[in-house]
């Protein structure tokens, strides 16, 4: 994993406003994870195609489902593989 050599500080704002929860990402590579960071819970979306990054065993989707009302979300984060 890498990022950008400049930081906007969004994900500073994200922790100074309080109201996001999760963030979700999709992108181009083989490797798909979702963790907790500071309270806010960080999401990459798994690979959907071959192309870039390919790995057979690494493809899919990821369904994201979320349950409750404003101020009580509860979010399922499954990563559905599927062979091309």
Avoid: W
């Amino acid at each position: 994993m890498c990022c950008a050599p400049y930081n906007p500080g969004m994900f500073t704002k994200i922790k100074e406003l309080g109201a996001t929860t999760h963030t979700f990402a999709g992108h181009d590579h083989v490797n798909a994870y979702s963790v907790d960071y500071q309270g806010v819970r960080l999401t990459y979306g798994l690979k959907s195609s071959r192309q870039f990054y390919y790995s057979e065993e690494l493809v899919g989707g990821t369904l994201i489902t979320l349950k409750g009302d404003t101020g009580n979300v509860s979010v399922d984060i499954e990563y559905k593989y599927v062979q091309l």
